[in-house]
Every structure is written in structure tokens, then in C-alpha cells.
């Protein structure tokens, strides 16, 4: 009898483990479209946190608000990799910005073309993924075929306008050259600058989100009891989230892999929920702060503020384009595409990973960029090359975006820079003459 009983129980056994597994392979194949035994799924890398701001890589720029060390390390995800041969990893030059390239950056030859790349992250990462497939589309025309485009990357995560005309400003004094100069923005502009209007602080100011941690280093009481606690709940979430890409990674078992990526899923949307929280939290009265950033001029909300935060960008690209134009170099402006203004119809597996209704991004991207598209009309009666970009991935089939941000994917970049290839191509300049 009880022979029988451990066979039953044994049989029942292989059959849940077997029924389990068939389960997860469905799973799999849903959300992948592959088979499990012979693919795995790839995970990008977590979102920095803000630790890893203070310790690894930035710092407090006097000019530029921050900014990366020199010789900070840069690590490409497999995933954004057009050449499966090229390095996964790269450093910042002597400013800190992600470059193979010193600046100023010399001239090695007459037919050298400099083209500067502005903006914040997305810029970052398009001077790695998207600058290549760029200077090829522009290299199909006759004008570029005959130069050697050599892309130069001003882009920094979380800068926005004025930052980028002052980095322009500054570099332009230090004695560097430029030909072409794309600025990819809007999305920093509106969603980090409601961000320091919520703490108290100038929307025009360096973003608090990037500079207050750093901030914090100098005065260590920033770290409030708050802030401290919800710095813990984010380095536990993310050591718990790479240990669980490990055990994926490892596992041979489709249910056992579906299971934990299910709960890695859990566990990096609160992650991302506290990245939010954290950057809201208050630190020190401003006023016992060492590094001083000035408050608002005059107290903004609602769309009195949106007004205002385009105002400041519609200005800084308009210098942008005076300081190149004098020097007979062209400016091309580009208003970035993001997932919370769009008319793209999501996947279900795309939905997952770029859209979150708690993001602190979403609603200020809704109220901003449709006021941001209004003032840019005045850009152009400024003679400002600028372009709306926001609709380039409409109609791409294949996932565009990689986090629930503002990034994008290999396919992403390539969209966009394919349509920054054809706004400068299509534009009166040497090429058309």
C-alpha cells in the first residue's frame, strides 16, 4: 500500500514538473517568440542608481553642472550592437564625455567633416548606436562620400537646455571646430525640469535628479533619513535584480525561467517607482547647502510653467544656431520621440517594457511636448533647422524602445538617425548646391 501511494505520488510529480514546463515554454514563446532551449532572452542593464552617480562615474562640473570623471567606463548592452565584433566597452576623454576623441578635437586632414551630437541620454547613447548608421546614410551622398565624417559626442544623461548651448559656448572658446551639429532634445527639458520646479529649484538649473546626489557628497547631511532608507530599498532591488538575470541565465528549465521573470519584472518596476521616489525626496533646506543653485524666479505651475521651460529651450537652440552659423557650420534640431506622446501602436510585449503608468516622466511629457511643438514654430522664422522627430516610430513594426524612460533600441536609433540623414540631405546646404 504504501508502495502504491509513492508511485502515485512520484507519477503526479513528473506530471506537474512536465504539465509545468510545457507552461512555461508557451510562456516563453509568447512573450519572445522563440523557443526556450535554444534562445535567451536578453536583459538590459538596471538603471543607474543614484549610488552608483556618487561613487563610479561623476562629478561636479563648474561650467556644465555635471559631468562624467575622465576614464569613467561605458558599457554598450550586446543588445545595441550593429557589429557583433565591436567592443562592448568604452570610456570618457579628458571632459568626461563618452568619446574615442580628446577635445578639442584637431583636424587630421583636409577632408576631415566634424559633426557635434547634442543632447542628454538619448543622445549618449545615439552617439554609440546611432552616429555609425548616421554618418552611412550620409556617406551615400556624393558631398559626404569624399569626407571622412568624424562624429564627435557633446551628449551627457540628463542634460537639457541651457546646458547644451553652454557646452556648445564653452567648447567653441576652448578652440573646437565644428561642421554639422545635431542637438537631439525635448524630453529632459520637460521632464526634469518639472522635477527641480517641484523641489524649490530654477527649472533652468541643472537637473536635481543628476546634480543632487552629488550635491550630497559635498554636504553629507543631504542624505536625509528618507533619502537614506529609500537608498537602501533601491541597492537591494537592484543587487536582487541581477542576481535574478543570473539564475535566468543559468537555468535550464523554461518554468523555472518564466517563473523568476516574472518576479524580476515586479521587482524592477519598484525599482523604477523608487528611482522616482527617490529623486522627489528633499535633502537639506537649500540654503545649508554648499553649492548653491538659484530657487525659481517666480512661482510656476500647470502650463505657466511649460510655457516657460520652452521659452528657455527655443532660446538656447536659436543661440546654438547664431554660434555655429557665424562660424559657417550648420545646426540641425531635433525634438526627440518619446513613448508618452506618440501615435505608435504598442505590442503587448513592447507595452510591457516602455510604458509605465507610474512613471514620473509620463504626465509631464504629455502636458510638455505639445507646448514644446507650438514654441518650435518660432524656431524656424528664426532660420533654425529644427524638425519634429516625434513620429518617426509610428509605423516601425519592431520595438523601438528599451525602458519605460525615453531610450531606445537598435532599431530605434537606426529610425532616427535615418531621419536625421534626410532632414540634413534635405536641407539647402554644400550638398544641394
Known sequence: MG????????????????????????????????????????????????????????????????????????????????????????????????????????????????????????????????????????????????????????????????????????????????????????????????????????????SVQHLDPLLGVVNQSALTPDKLQSLAAIWQDRRLMLDLIARIRATRSASVAVVIDRYYRAVRSRYVRELGRFSNLPSNPVDNAFVQVAPPLRPLEGSALFEDIAGVWVRSSAIMHELLTERGAGYFHFLQPNQYYTERTFTPAEAEVALNDASPYKASVAEGYPILVRAAGTLGRQGVRFFDATHVFDHERKPVYMDNCCHYTLVGNQVLADFIAASILGTPGPWRN
Open 3 to 206: 508502495g502504491r501511494t509513492a508511485a502515485r505520488l512520484i507519477a503526479s510529480l513528473i506530471v506537474f514538473a512536465v504539465s509545468a514546463e510545457i507552461v512555461g515554454l508557451a510562456a516563453y514563446y509568447i512573450d519572445t517568440g522563440a523557443l526556450f532551449y535554444t534562445h535567451r532572452r536578453a536583459y538590459e542593464e538596471p538603471l543607474p542608481a543614484p549610488e552608483d552617480r556618487l561613487v563610479l562615474s561623476e562629478a561636479v562640473h563648474p561650467y556644465f553642472g555635471f559631468t562624467h570623471r575622465p576614464g569613467a567606463p561605458f558599457d554598450i548592452p550586446e543588445s545595441l550592437r550593429s557589429d557583433p565584433a565591436a567592443s562592448l566597452r568604452r570610456r570618457t576623454n579628458n571632459f568626461g564625455f563618452v568619446s574615442t576623441h580628446d577635445y578639442p578635437f584637431a583636424r587630421t586632414g583636409t577632408n576631415q567633416l566634424l559633426l557635434g551630437i547634442f543632447g542628454g541620454s538619448v543622445g549618449v547613447w545615439f552617439c554609440e548606436v546611432g552616429a555609425p548608421r548616421l554618418v552611412e546614410s550620409l556617406k551615400r551622398h556624393p558631398y559626404f562620400a569624399a569626407r571622412e565624417v568624424v562624429p564627435l559626442c557633446f551628449s551627457h544623461e540628463g542634460y537639457k537646455q541651457p546646458q547644451q548651448s553652454i557646452v556648445l559656448d564653452y567648447f567653441l572658446a576652448r578652440g573646437q571646430s565644428l561642421d554639422l551639429a545635431v542637438n537631439i532634445d525635448g524630453f529632459n527639458d520637460v521632464a526634469l525640469a518639472v522635477l527641480n520646479n517641484r523641489r524649490a529649484i530654477d527649472f533652468s538649473m541643472p
